[in-house]
Structures are given as C-alpha cells and as structure tokens.
C-alpha cells in the first residue's frame, strides 16, 4: 500500500501539489460566481428555492434558455440602488482616505524607532487585528451611545447640555472603518518602508533639500507601491462592509451590502440579491485587477 | 536647519501617540465596564465579577464558543495544508496550465467582501444539495469549508513571500548533488517553510473565529458560532456580559501575541552574534 503511494508521489507529485488547492478553489470559490450570476438572469418565484430555472426542460430537448434581465434594469431604475452604490464607494474613499492621514505617519515613526523598540511597536499595531472584529465595533457602540463615554465626558467638561447623537450616524460608520481597516493600512506601509535605504534621505539633506522636501521628493515616490496597496485592501473591502453599517450606522447610512444582506435574508428576493452582488463585484473588478497586478509585481520583484 | 530634527520627531511620536491612544482606548474602556455591577451598561455601579458568572452560567455561551474552536482547529490545520500546496505551486512552478487563472483564485479573497463570498458560497451549496443531496444540513461542515476556501489564500501568500525572498542556492545545491527533486522539496523546502506554515496556521486559526458575516450565510439552523452569538446578542444594544466575554477574548489574543512576540524578539537577538 504504501510503496505505490510513494512512487506515485515521486511521479506525479508536482501536478498533485497544483492540482488540491487548484480543484478546491475551482469548486469552492469559482463556481460560486458562476452560480450567483446564473441566479441574477433567474426570475424571483415564491417557491423553494425561489427562483425560475435557467434550463427549461419541460418541453423536452432543446431546453429553452430563460434569461431574464429585469433585475438589473430594476436595480438600475429604482434610484435607491444607485445612491446606495454610490453612498457605499463615498464612504469607503473617505474611510480611505482618513486610514492613510492615520497610518503613513505612524508606520514612519514606527520603521525609525530604533532596535526591539520596532517589533514592540508593529505587535501593539498588530494586537487589535488578531482580535475579534465584531467586539472591536461593539467596543465603539459604548463610547458613541447616547450615555456613552465621550457624551459623559462632553456633557461633564460642560461643551454640551444633552448628549449628542453620535451612535447610528455617518460619522460613526468612519470611526469604525478606520478603526478595523487601519491596520491593513499600516502593514503595507511598514513593509515597504522597512525595505526603504535611508541614506537616500541623508544624501538629499547633503544636497541641501529641506527635510519636507526630501519627504516629498524622495520618501513618499518610493513609498507609492505601498500607499497603493494599502488603499486597496481598506478600499475594497469598506466597500462592501455590512456589519459596521449595520452596528454603528442603524437605519441612518446607506451601503451595499446591508442592502444585499436584507433583499436576501429579509425579502427573499435571491435574483435581485444576487444581481446587487454582481454588479458590486463589476464595479470593484477595477480596484480588484489593480490590487491584483501590484501583488504580482511585488512578488516578482 | 539644527530645529528640524527633533521637531519632526515630536510630530512623529504625537502622531504615534495618538493613533495608539485611537487603537487602545475603546478596547481598554469596554473591559473596564465588564467590571460594571450596574446592568445600565453606561452607568458605573461599583466593581464586580457579576457578568462574568453570568457568562459561566449561559449554557448557548458555551456551545457557541465549542463549536467556533472546532471549527477553527479544522479550518486552520486543512487550509494550512492546502495554502502551502498552493504557495509551493505559485513560488516554485513559474509554468503550468492555468497559472493565471490559479493566481487570480489566490489573490481575490483577500480583497472579496465577505456578503459576496458569503452569498455565492450559499448558493452553491443549495445547488449542490439539489444535484447530489450533499450538504444535507448546512452547519459545521458548510462553515468550515467556507473558511478553509478564503483561510488559505491568506497562506497561500505567507508562504510564497517567504519562498520569494528565500535563498535558492540550497536547492540547487541539492539538486546538483543529485537529490531527486521531490527529496529537495521535502527535506529543504518544506522545513524552510516552518515557521511560514506557523504564522499562517494561527492566522488562519483567529480569521475563522472572527468571521461573522461568511458563517452567518452558510450556517443553517441550530449552528451558532461564537461570533453569530455575539452579533445577535449586541443589534440591540449594549449587554454587560458581551463586555465579560470580550475582556476573556482580548485577554487570550493578548497572551498568545506576547508569547510569539517574546519568542520573535529573542530569536532576533541570537541571531546576532
């Protein structure tokens, strides 16, 4: 048994080591797209499970091909679904926008901190993203309520009379992507300035370039690959986020994938559901090509 | 010019200061109020242990919680197999059939939204239960392969940036001596990735006990995970013992990170001479 296994192993070993997590992806991640675009041209029916087939066999072969457009057309009537769209791609580009004021300059003072000094630093960044995401967001539901700790503190300094409505609004959607995502901004950076030669810097201060200028010069062109990724892996995912929206924004912030989650789970509306899916995921090919193209290039490098 | 200097790294270590303060502060303030004896979440009501024993004794706490490890340990130990299969194939073979179409496969979840992923993934298992009966019940067996098929792209890329930045020269030299090539990968590859394989496994390990909205997709009925629990429990509001459970999650991490931390550093400083 176990000699045939082996030379097995010996011949054929490199295809097999593809060929597992090839089939696996091929099954569990690819076809999944397949599906959920199939189910977007389906018409919603009260049946289990709700939707008409694309192969109607019913009159025998040729089966007849049911395409049904409707969904997007709606989606693309029904004004909610585009101010939804567009609410969604505002707040993850200001989200964005904030990780990176946030983050560019914490993961430069932590790259310059000298010796383990470094490492304690970058685990103290890394020590809220290995814990949960969901109680993290809680943990700003309790300062941002209405009896939460910035009111009592507002409202004891005397700056306000009654609490201010932090909680459920736009403004508590931003905190809390910045909060989660600012990590994934941070990492990349870190990397790319770590690999950064430092002397590049010193040689332009020799050359009488005033440190802001150097920075601009010099430090943040180099960094671009970066910055890049960073933005994309807040960008991309902020986009479709349903579960800050959904704790921290209430019935007050539009985004998509609230919208996704409620026509699948509370409508039962699988097509429209899965035409919401496909065109988010049309509209988030471009960042998705893009993040993909700088990955490789890093790799390659 | 001599003002410079010192007065950029005042900006720097404020910037520092404060982004940490952003970091820390919540997380801080909500182990604080687990200590709260008053149910008011909000308003202190002197210190006490009360909500931890509240959570000792809640009976769905535990299977929620029994079940997320399960399926954490599962997803992390298959996917690490899996992803640095994948991570072998991508760094080592520049050429095979399909290697576009592999990479794209690799890269995409990490950037996916999780209600795509989620829902896609639904979908396919509710076709797969009309064309072939399986999965008869979506729970354990759904959640987990859910996670093992975003987990081990994250591995996936660990391990090829590790085999990327590694030196050659020792395969090489193996094979010139003769080893056959499936000797070379098995006696130095794979040992080189060790610590790679490591660091993924307990990434893939926490990434299955956060994900809440892939799970809640493809988990039927009666499989609850930890954080589903949570998530139900805190849409209303702010519950006390969701803070005691938090403080023991935090605590945990917290642990585990300054173990590796410490072992990180102290590797670091040996291998200076």
């Not at chain 1, 189910?39 to 087939?53: C, D, Q």
């Not at chain 2, 939204?113 to 064309?131: A, H, K």
């Amino acid at each position: 048994m176990f000699v045939p296994f082996r030379a097995l192993m010996q011949q054929h070993w490199k295809a097999i080591v593809v060929l597992i997590p090839f089939l696996w992806l091929l099954v569990f991640f690819l076809t999944p797209f397949f599906i959920v675009v199939k189910i977007s041209v389906a018409e919603s029916l009260i049946a289990s499970p709700p939707f008409s087939r694309l192969l109607d066999w019913s009159n025998g072969w040729p089966p007849t091909i049911a395409i049904n457009l409707e969904n997007y057309a709606y989606l693309w009537e029904d004004s909610l679904y585009i101010k939804t769209y567009l609410s969604s791609l505002k707040i993850a580009s200001i989200s964005t926008l904030l990780c990176l004021l946030i983050g560019y300059p914490m993961a430069y003072a932590i790259v310059r901190t000298p010796g383990t000094g470094k490492f304690v630093l970058l685990l103290l960044v890394m020590l809220p993203f290995w814990t949960s995401f969901l109680l993290r967001v809680y943990a700003w539901m309790g300062l941002l309520a209405d009896q939460g700790t910035i009111n009592d503190i507002l409202i004891w300094l005397g700056l306000v009379d009654k609490p201010v409505r932090l909680l459920y609004s736009h403004f508590a959607v931003y905190v809390g992507i910045v909060y989660t995502y600012l990590p994934f901004m941070i990492l990349p950076l870190y990397a790319i300035m770590e690999r950064l030669d430092h002397s590049l810097n010193e040689a332009a201060a020799d050359l009488g370039a005033k440190p802001v200028s150097a920075f601009f010069t010099v430090t943040l062109p180099l960094t671009m690959p970066g910055i890049l990724a960073g933005c994309l892996l807040v960008f991309i995912p902020a986009t479709g986020e349903f579960v800050i929206p959904d704790l921290l924004g209430g019935g007050n912030v539009l985004m998509i994938g609230k919208i996704l989650s409620s026509e699948f789970n509370a409508n039962h509306d699988w097509p429209v559901a899965s035409a919401v899916a496909v065109a988010l995921l049309l509209v988030l090919m471009v960042p998705m090509l893009f993040y993909h193209r700088i990955q490789s290039m890093d790799v390659n490098r | 010019m001599s003002g410079a200097g010192p007065q950029r790294s005042t900006f720097l270590l404020s910037c520092l200061c404060f982004g940490f303060a952003f970091l820390y502060i919540p997380i801080l303030l909500m182990i604080v109020y687990s200590f709260n004896h008053s149910k008011l979440l909000p308003v202190w009501g002197g210190f006490s242990f009360r909500w931890y024993v509240t959570l000792f004794n809640s009976p769905d706490v535990w299977a929620a919680t029994v079940l997320s490890l399960k399926i954490a340990l599962i997803n992390a130990t298959v996917a690490t197999f899996f992803g640095t299969l994948a991570g072998l194939a991508l760094a080592r073979f520049t050429r095979f059939p399909g290697r576009t179409l592999f990479t794209g496969m690799i890269s995409a979840p990490l950037v996916m939204p999780e209600v795509i992923t989620g829902l896609s993934l639904l979908l396919l298992f509710i076709t797969l239960q009309q064309l072939i009966g399986w999965p008869g019940n979506r729970g354990m067996s759904t959640i987990t392969i859910a996670h093992i098929t975003f987990s081990m792209a994250y591995i996936a890329i660990i391990i090829q940036s590790r085999l990327a930045n590694s030196d050659l020269s020792l395969e090489e030299a193996a094979l010139d001596l003769g080893a056959k090539p499936f000797r070379v990968m098995a006696d130095i590859t794979l040992p080189l990735l060790a610590p790679g394989m490591m660091a993924g496994w307990l990434l893939a390990f926490t990434l299955s006990l956060d994900d809440l909205v892939i799970a809640s997709f493809v988990a039927g009925p009666g499989s609850t995970t930890l954080p589903m629990l949570i998530y139900s429990r805190i849409r209303l509001g702010l519950k006390p013992d969701i803070n005691a459970l938090a403080t023991l999650l935090v605590l945990a991490v917290a642990i585990g990170v300054l173990i590796a931390g410490w072992i990180l550093i102290r590797n670091q400083r040996l291998r200076k001479p």
